[in-house]
């Protein structure tokens, strides 16, 4: 049974340019959640989907929007990229039914740096 | 923004010793949860207290729970050198159950062999 997966595991892009972030929960899940972290910092919370809407958003500029496909699976995106955004960006998978009481499978992470 | 803060930053210990990390927390909470990080990668989940329990076990670890104090500590035993990286506490917040999960700033454990 694969575990969540992301792709592509490291990125270099330029200020200004757009980025898609790619992700496959864990088989049985259908609630993706994405994180941003940065060197040395825990992960924050940018935004979570489920059905293929996004339920829950983090403090994050609309810059960050997302999308989950019928099979689950997510991207990121991010549009005009700053320096500041050079970060791990992390995708977390888990089932709805749990009732937001258990755990979040986490994917490698996706590394990108910003130059 | 982080929930709350991670005590120590950073810990050093011989194999064999134990080792303890504290979190603490601002708001209510559902449960808290702790996960490991190797070297900047994916995390793994390692323990979960809901938040009417004060202590939990699972194998080498040992995790409290004091909600008075909106703090919790991981107790490692017999540490190992795989034990060697970051550790999170995270949380998820009372009356939101879609398991947004909050975490600390982390302790960077090193055991030494």
């Known amino acids: 049974d694969a575990g969540v997966t992301q792709s592509p595991t490291h990125l270099i892009k330029t200020r200004g340019q757009q980025v898609t972030l790619r992700c496959s929960p864990k088989?049985?899940?259908?609630?993706v959640s994405w994180y941003q972290q940065a060197l040395g910092q825990g992960p924050q919370f940018i935004f979570q989907?489920?059905?293929?809407?996004?339920?829950q958003r983090g403090n994050f500029p609309d810059r960050f929007s997302g999308h989950q496909f019928p099979n689950y699976s997510s991207e990121l995106n991010v549009n005009a990229l700053l320096l500041g955004d050079s970060a791990l960006y992390l995708c977390?998978?888990?089932?709805?039914?749990?009732?937001?009481?258990?755990?979040?499978?986490f994917g490698p992470g996706t590394r990108l740096t910003v130059l | 923004s982080q929930q709350g803060e991670e005590d120590p930053q950073a810990l050093s210990i011989q194999e064999g010793e134990n080792a303890t990390m504290n979190c603490s927390y601002k708001?209510?909470?559902?449960?808290l949860q702790w996960y490991r990080q190797n070297s900047g990668r994916g995390l793994v989940h390692l323990i979960l207290?809901?938040?009417?329990?004060r202590e939990k076990h699972s194998g080498r670890l040992r995790v409290t729970l004091d909600t008075s104090k909106k703090s919790s500590s991981l107790l490692i035993t017999a540490s190992r050198a795989a034990d060697t990286a970051s550790y999170f506490c995270?949380?998820?917040?009372?009356?939101?159950?879609?398991?947004?999960?909050?975490f600390g700033t982390g302790t960077r454990l090193t055991i030494i062999p």
């Open positions: 977390a998978s888990s089932p709805r039914d749990q009732g937001g009481m258990g755990e979040q499978f």
């Open positions: 088989s049985g899940h259908d609630t």
């Open positions: 989907y489920y059905e293929e809407e996004e339920r």
């Open positions: 708001t209510s909470i559902n449960n």
């Open positions: 207290i809901r938040s009417n329990e």
């Open positions: 995270a949380t998820t917040r009372l009356n939101f159950g879609n398991e947004k999960l909050t």
